[in-house]
């Protein structure tokens, strides 16, 4: 065995461990580790990823390499007593991909690296079965010719398609050794008529260019792609695995197969798997035949299942997890070929962790660390138990996971007298405002054809945990005539049913059945009421007792506050006042932006003034003793008023117009804006329209005093939304205070109402020791942080270019999902340090929709935010990913 050095390009199996797996990949790392147990592996060595990456960056292999890789082949031949390619009982080899991290089916392999036209003779002879060493030669023939030389598989396909067909056959099997031989040839023929070159009898040959191929397998397109959606870095390369072959094929006492040590679907205890007799193991992933549950292997042959028994025990008790096996049985005699810790479902990832855990196998820091709140989020909504026969009407982007079933309606009205009358219903609109809030909150599901993951009707229903598909831009929406159209040319009318499922992204025609979940019940209760929820209770109790960050929601009813609290909420980080200024309120708000006068705008803020009062009382009751922090007036007041094509429409249409439409209108062409999201909104608003602010603070300090002559404990604090300078704040704060001093006065009562700031536009970020010097606490709101800071419309964007953006690689993940940690990032780290600097108790939290999500979330525990607010749905996965954070990730800052 050679010495280990700092430029060793191949490790035999019994040099490396399961710790190297970022030099020899997942796979041979796995190989050596197996090795070291004293497991039944075939012999080997690894090439490198070092060695990948030199041949990917200058089309060379290490000088090195050929020399290495010549001493293990030694050393390799030596252990099997047999030499590669041999004339008389050869020696095969397989060369196998191996990245770091699983890439199943990304890269290329090719077996019975070896064979040629004198050395299958041999094979024929040693094993004596003519057949099989047809049948391996044929293989590496197809397998060579199209991962090393490029030829069009298909080729290799129609030739074997045309030998079945002339027997009458559908399997290989039927195939003897003459049609083999036969087909042999032809393969040669193939390959020697597409690339102008024989098949390479040298079996170094063979190997070195095998080598080389699975290099370059790294850069194919169906790699690149997989490492894009598992978000795997682009310069990582593959390792390769040379290893002497073993032989499922050889006849009814061989075959292949894959093993988990439980089942990965549920979790549950024991041996699970595919079994396939007499075959190779390429022929499982390929489907060539119908496998057989795993327990028939005891039936074929006991002893071999057994030690696979003894062996799988072995392996899940060294690596204390789920562990994935592919073996192969030999003439009765067991070999494994590859184990790792095996992929799995949500469901299984809970049990597998806490079962681990209760055994005293895996402390409950480890058990907390293998699970996530991506896949807690996949437990609580219910899916659909779809069937081959459901053919899709639309696919659009999966905004809001779950599944739901209804009737089509295509406005608010329509949904909220459905709803009325029992009716489950789908809010289908080409795009959501907020005057469809009540109809979003009457049906079960909303389906857009524009928009992405943040647009409004994404953001919306997820704070409502409804199930919302956007952007299904093939649908033709006509809300006139209140039907759609799909390409094909279905018409679906109002009335109709569909089935829209927000985890695929899908929409059916009809009612697709539905499986209900468990887990979001046992949330709210507290009370498992079987192994997976005892399991995501049992997560949820320990991320609870290990996270220093707290978790708030955002939400705007009492409603959603009691269910927040119910689902662990320690306080709302964001209740955005504009979703009570509509419906039968809308009138009144009209009011104020038509008011004439002072005393007209007075009069409408006063009618709207206790039902504000209202609002708050509901909250702070639902909330007793913890925060709520309260958005002022956010949104431009454009939004509160019609669409200018409909009053103008509504105008042309009639001889006698309404005056208060004219009215209307004129209002909406006096306020238009061409970028109104950077226009009169925020704290702008807020000072350009006197009384506004006022008004709000007002209703909040009462709410107060209200809950504190009721017994309660209000913890109610003000936020000013959009602020760009201290000055803003300055103006917006002073205004407060006079209306809080008021409160005290007339009552008695001191209410204690911190005054913050939303820190969403890069020049607040950058000026925040300024602004922290008469702030109470920053919240960001991380959606306009991320607009202002690429300069982009986050709807328009996602409509638009992101998906070439996310194609090409700009993106890995839209950064209104994630948060951009380089960019954004950096201004809210250098927001907390210059806030902190001036006010070291300065709270800091977020409440963007990157509250939720789970990268962010440990992104903000080493930022040092003191809490996350995300919508009430996301509150337990919230929770699992800040007690994650706190096990992985150091605080940066002072954090109190």
């Known amino acids: 065995m050679s010495t280990p050095t700092q430029s060793q390009y191949v490790y035999e199996f019994a040099e490396g461990n399961r710790d190297m797996a970022a030099l020899l990949g997942g796979k041979g790392a796995g190989l050596a580790e197996m090795t070291r147990l004293g497991l039944p592996v075939p012999p080997g060595f690894t090439v490198t990823t070092d060695a990948c990456r030199t041949y990917l960056e200058t089309g060379q292999e290490p000088p090195e390499l050929g020399d290495e890789v010549a ?85 290799f396909e129609q030739a074997i398609a045309a030998h079945k067909a002339a027997l009458s056959a559908t399997d290989d099997h039927a195939l003897d050794a003459g049609e083999l031989a036969t087909l042999a040839e032809e393969f040669k023929t ?69 093993a988990f040590t439980r089942d990965p679907a549920t979790g549950e205890v024991g041996m699970y798997g595919d079994y396939l007799p007499d075959a190779q193991g390429e022929d499982v992933v390929a489907g060539v035949r119908n496998a057989v549950p795993l327990a028939e292997l005891h039936h074929l042959d006991p002893r071999a299942f057994a030690e696979l028994g003894d062996h799988l025990r072995t392996l899940e008790g060294h690596y204390r997890d789920l562990c994935d096996v592919e073996f192969t049985v030999e003439r009765g005699r067991l070999w494994i070929l590859q184990t790792r810790v095996g992929k799995r479902t949500a469901e299984a990832a809970f049990r597998i962790a806490h079962e681990l855990s209760e055994a005293g ?22 899916r659909f138990a779809t069937r081959t026969t459901d053919v899709p009407l639309a696919h659009g982007v999966p905004a809001s996971p779950g599944a739901a079933v209804g009737v089509v309606v295509f406005d608010s009205e329509a949904a909220g007298r459905r709803a009325t009358e029992g009716q489950h219903t789908v809010l289908v609109r080409r795009e959501t405002t907020a005057d469809d809030l009540p109809g979003m909150i009457a049906a079960q599901a909303v389906l857009t054809s524009r928009g992405g993951k943040t647009s409004h009707a994404a953001v919306v229903a997820r704070g409502m ?34 089935s829209v499922d927000g985890t695929a992204g899908t929409v059916y025609l009809g009612s697709v059945p539905l499986t209900a979940s468990d887990v979001s019940g046992c949330l709210e209760t507290g009370k498992g009421t079987g192994p997976l929820t005892h399991a995501v209770l049992s997560a949820l109790t320990h991320a609870d007792s290990v996270r220093r960050m707290e978790v708030r929601a955002n939400a705007d009813t009492p409603e959603d506050a009691a269910r927040a609290r119910r689902l662990g909420a320690q306080g ?31 009069e409408a803020l006063a009618a709207l003034l206790p039902l504000q009062h209202e609002d708050f009382t509901g909250i702070l009751k639902a909330m007793d003793g913890l925060p709520v922090t309260i958005r002022l007036l956010d ?27 004219r009215e209307l209108l004129t209002a909406v062409e006096r306020m238009h804006e061409q970028n109104p999201m950077l226009g009169l909104r925020g704290v702008r608003l807020g000072l350009a329209v006197p009384g506004l602010v006022a008004m709000q603070v007002r209703a909040i300090a009462e709410a107060v005093v209200q809950r504190l002559r009721d017994g309660g404990q209000p913890r109610a604090e003000i936020m000013i939304p959009l602020v760009g300078t201290v000055e803003e704040l300055r103006l917006a704060r002073t205004e407060a205070e006079r209306v809080l001093a008021e409160v005290v006065a007339e009552a008695g009562t001191t209410p204690d109402c911190p005054i913050g700031t939303m820190i969403e536009l890069p020049r607040a970020a950058l000026t925040a020791g300024r602004i922290a010097e008469i702030a109470d606490f920053f919240s960001f709101g991380t959606n306009d ?53 001036v006010n070291p108790r300065l709270e800091t939290g977020v409440c963007g929709e990157h509250g939720g999500d789970p990268a962010s979330i440990h992104f903000f525990h080493r930022t040092g935010l003191d809490y996350v607010s995300c919508s009430p749905f996301r509150i337990p996965a919230a929770r699992l990913e800040a007690g994650r954070a706190a096990l992985t990730g150091a605080v940066g800052g002072d954090c109190r």
Not at 361 to 382: H, K, N, W, Y
Not at 577 to 600: K, P, S, Y
Not at 809 to 832: H, I, K
Request: charged share 25%; with cysteine; hydrophobic share 40%.
């Open 785 to 837: 942080l991320t607009q202002t800071t690429w300069g982009l419309s986050r709807d328009d964007a996602e409509a638009s270019f992101f998906p070439l953006y996310l194609e090409k690689g700009v993106f890995t993940t839209s950064p209104f999902e994630t948060l951009d940690q380089e960019g954004v990032g950096r201004l809210v780290e250098l927001a907390v340090e210059a806030g902190r600097a």
């Open 71 to 155: 001493r293990a082949l030694v050393n390799l031949q030596r252990a099997m007593g047999r030499e590669l390619g041999r004339a008389d009982d050869p020696l095969l080899v397989s060369v196998r991909s191996g990245a770091r991290f699983s890439m199943p089916g990304m890269m290329e392999t090719i077996l019975d690296i070896g064979l040629n036209d004198d050395s299958v003779a041999g094979l024929a002879k040693a094993s004596g079965q003519e057949r099989f060493a047809w049948d391996s030669y044929r293989r590496l023939l197809q397998m060579f010719g199209h991962t090393v030389m490029g030829v069009d598989d298909s080729l």
């Open 572 to 602: 709302i980080g964001l209740v955005r006042t504009e979703h009570m200024f509509l419906g039968e309120r809308r009138a009144m708000v009209e009011a104020m932006i038509l008011a004439r006068d002072d005393t007209a705008r007075e």
């Open 361 to 382: 196998i895996i402390t409950p820091d480890e058990a907390l660390a293998r699970v996530g709140g991506t896949e807690l989020t996949r437990l609580m909504f219910p």
């Open 465 to 498: 945990g409804k199930v919302c598909v956007c952007g299904a831009d093939t649908l033709a929406i006509d809300s006139a005539a209140r039907r759609f159209t799909t390409p094909a040319g279905v018409a679906v009318h109002e009335g109709d049913i569909v």
């Open 635 to 661: 949104p431009p007041l454009h939004e509160f008023l019609p669409d200018h094509t409909e009053l103008a429409v509504r105008l042309a249409a009639t001889s006698r117009p309404d005056p208060h439409d």
């Open 190 to 258: 193939v390959i020697r008529r597409e690339t102008g070159e024989d098949f390479p009898q040298d079996p170094l040959e063979q190997l070195h260019r095998a080598v080389r191929a699975v290099f370059t397998s790294w850069h194919s397109e169906r790699a690149r792609v997989y490492r894009r959606r598992e978000h795997i870095p682009d310069d990582l390369g593959t390792a390769v695995n040379i290893q002497a072959m073993v032989f499922g094929n050889l006849g009814p006492d061989s075959g292949t197969g894959v």
